[in-house]
């Protein structure tokens, strides 16, 4: 053994399926190379001068830059629709954190996508639950309904179909979630209806929150920016199903104990 690092093989680490295809890292179908063919890898001026002064709001809310990373790669997200080199270097660039680094985190988390997305992010559930309720054949109806596997995006560039892990939302079983809305109690026939209607730009309203806008609207929400929807802060967030424990609780007078009494803040 030596200890001149010069003269060690290098060491490769492979992400992506059989690695990292967990829930937060690349998805099983997911292409784990950031570097596409016509990938931008810089932004032209005008661009540039729009993100930096995005980027200037985002960093004040903040008391370190990098702390600002997570809402930066949204930002970028919204303007390529997925994240590209060019997105990379402008967050490494904006917070002072390597390329490297700022990759790591991207490829970390299944929200940053690693090729172009369409209009409408279609993410059927297939975790436990929803996939026993019908998730993985609502997933297989809409990959032969839309022509895409899992992963791709329909010729029109409306859709882009992905299964995802679960969401939190396993009363209503099986969901489906466009641009991170909430489709409740799916079926084959509710969610080739459901993309149809997207591709038309017929969009609908979920059962909770509001018609979603497109991916790259969202994307700039999820970036900390309004969101500019109608009845956004009015949309109910809780369904019948949430509730129901809750409402059970309290007819039967049961409360969850004051963390301030002695013995209560374990
Ligand atoms: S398993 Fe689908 S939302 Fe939880």
Same mark, same amino acid.
């Given at each position: 053994? &030596?200890?001149?690092?010069?003269?060690?093989?290098?060491?490769?680490?492979?992400?992506?399926?059989?690695?990292?295809?967990?829930?937060?890292?690349? #998805?099983?179908?997911? @292409?784990?190379?950031?570097?596409?063919?016509?990938?931008?890898?810089?932004?032209?001026?005008?661009?540039?001068?729009?993100?930096?002064?995005?980027?200037?709001?985002?960093?004040?809310?903040?008391? @370190?830059?990098?702390?600002?990373?997570?809402?930066?790669?949204?930002?970028? @997200?919204?303007?390529?629709?997925?994240?590209?080199?060019?997105?990379?270097?402008?967050?490494?660039?904006?917070?002072?954190? &390597?390329?490297?680094?700022?990759?790591?985190?991207?490829?970390?988390?299944?929200?940053?996508?690693?090729?172009?997305?369409?209009?409408?992010?279609?993410?059927?559930?297939?975790?436990?639950?929803?996939?026993?309720?019908?998730?993985?054949?609502?997933? !297989?109806?809409? @990959?032969?309904?839309?022509?895409?596997?899992? #992963?791709?995006?329909?010729?029109?560039?409306?859709? &882009?179909?992905?299964?995802?892990?679960?969401?939190?939302?396993?009363?209503?079983?099986?969901?489906?979630?466009?641009?991170?809305?909430?489709?409740?109690?799916?079926?084959?026939?509710?969610?080739?209806?459901?993309?149809?209607?997207?591709?038309?730009?017929?969009?609908?309203?979920?059962?909770?929150?509001?018609?979603?806008?497109?991916?790259?609207?969202?994307?700039?929400?999820?970036?900390?920016?309004?969101?500019?929807?109608?009845?956004?802060?009015?949309?109910?967030?809780?369904?019948?199903? !949430?509730?129901?424990?809750?409402?059970?609780?309290?007819?039967?007078?049961?409360?969850?104990?004051?963390?301030?009494?002695?013995?209560?803040?374990?």
């Amino acid at each position: 053994m &030596t200890d001149d690092l010069t003269a060690r093989e290098p060491v490769l680490l492979s992400f992506g399926p059989g690695a990292l295809g967990t829930a937060f890292g690349a #998805g099983p179908d997911e @292409q784990v190379q950031l570097v596409r063919p016509g990938a931008r890898t810089s932004y032209p001026t005008d661009v540039l001068a729009r993100l930096d002064a995005d980027a200037t709001a985002i960093l004040a809310r903040y008391p @370190q830059p990098r702390s600002a990373l997570l809402p930066l790669l949204h930002l970028v @997200q919204a303007e390529d629709g997925y994240i590209t080199p060019a997105g990379i270097d402008f967050c490494a660039d904006v917070v002072g954190l &390597t390329g490297a680094e700022v990759t790591a985190v991207a490829t970390f988390y299944s929200m940053y996508r690693r090729g172009p997305t369409g209009d409408y992010l279609v993410g059927v559930c297939t975790n436990t639950l929803c996939a026993i309720m019908g998730g993985d054949a609502i997933e !297989s109806a809409l @990959q032969e309904h839309l022509g895409v596997e899992s #992963g791709g995006t329909t010729d029109d560039g409306a859709v &882009t179909l992905e299964h995802v892990e679960c969401n939190a939302a396993c009363d209503y079983a099986p969901v489906i979630m466009v641009n991170w809305e909430f489709f409740d109690n799916q079926t084959p026939e509710s969610a080739r209806a459901l993309v149809d209607a997207l591709r038309r730009g017929d969009v609908p309203t979920p059962a909770r929150g509001v018609a979603p806008c497109t991916f790259r609207e969202t994307e700039r929400i999820l970036a900390g920016f309004p969101d500019p929807r109608d009845g956004v802060d009015d949309a109910p967030s809780a369904g019948d199903a !949430s509730l129901a424990g809750l409402r059970v609780a309290h007819e039967k007078g049961m409360y969850a104990p004051d963390p301030e009494l002695p013995g209560n803040r374990e």
